[in-house]
């Protein structure tokens, strides 16, 4: 008996430490109350700008189905491309293990499978070349359109009705620059090249606004088109 309250004694931390773990135990529990609660403010963040994209995505669709003039129903169909590739990106963000950070080629892969999806053409290929690389979440929505401007392009412009071919996507990166190219082996840009439309304003714009640089040729056969990042930019 004597020897067991002896040990006990011996074993029981000095008051101050008991004060200290106590300190320790409590601010854990706080902190991760506090972490909680935020992980249940980002899911209810995420929950609601989905549904907003989504409601956005309907109202487009119900306004296309009652338009009949074919050049407002095409634009209407850009723009719902638009909102998609958008709500990709929120989504890529949003399932990540990290919401600061874009996974380009990812989404890449994602808005390819849409795109190939829903354009019905089994006579196009696809063919894909992806580095990994992460960009800053800030340039993700930009970076995303530019992308889906040219894969769009390709797929609607090079290959006419009875004439496949490929698409290569390639992304890349050096010590100073992410490069992401879009090329296919289609009819080629008229000459000479016209204005370009809405399509080709948005990608100068928003290349302008990432600081990337584009450049345009001749893929011989088809068009090539190659988006230089500055990795700086990116973050
Ligand atoms: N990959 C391509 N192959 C052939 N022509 C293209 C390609 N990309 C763009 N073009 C031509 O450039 C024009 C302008 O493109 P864009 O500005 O995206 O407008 P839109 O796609 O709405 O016509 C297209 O109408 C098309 O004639
Ligand atoms: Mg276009």
Redesign the pocket.
């Known amino acids: 008996m004597q020897d067991l309250t002896e040990s006990q004694r011996a074993g029981d931390p000095p008051p101050a430490q008991v004060d200290l773990e106590a300190l320790v135990a409590e601010r854990t529990r706080d902190l991760t109350k506090a972490l909680e609660q935020k992980t249940a403010l980002l899911h209810e963040v995420d929950h609601r700008v989905k549904n907003n994209l989504q409601l956005i995505s309907s109202l487009l669709l119900l306004q296309n189905r009652r338009v009949t003039d074919p050049a407002v129903k ?1 634009s209407l169909r ?1 723009i719902l491309e638009r909102v998609s590739a958008i709500a990709t990106v929120h989504r890529r963000l949003f399932q990540s293990d990290d919401v600061e950070r874009f996974d380009v080629s990812a989404f890449v892969r994602d808005l390819v499978s849409d795109m190939m999806g829903t354009s019905g053409r089994e006579d196009i290929r696809v063919r894909l070349d992806l580095e990994r690389v992460d960009v800053a979440a800030a340039k993700a929505a930009p970076l995303a359109l530019v992308i889906s ?2 894969f ?3 797929l ?3 290959f006419p009705p009875g004439h496949g071919g490929e698409i290569f996507v390639g992304i890349s990166r050096d010590d100073t620059e992410f490069r992401i190219e879009i090329a ?1 082996n ?5 000459q000479p ?2 204005a ?6 948005i ?1 100068q714009l928003l290349c302008q606004q990432l600081k990337a640089r584009n450049e345009t040729s001749s893929a011989d056969p ?2 090539r088109v190659v988006i230089h990042l500055p990795v700086n930019g990116a973050h």
Request: aromatic share 4%; glycine share 22%; no cysteine.
């Open positions: 095409a850009g401007e040219l769009s392009n390709a609607r412009h090079a296919d289609g009819v080629g840009l008229a090249t016209t370009s439309g809405f399509g080709l304003t990608v088809g068009v």
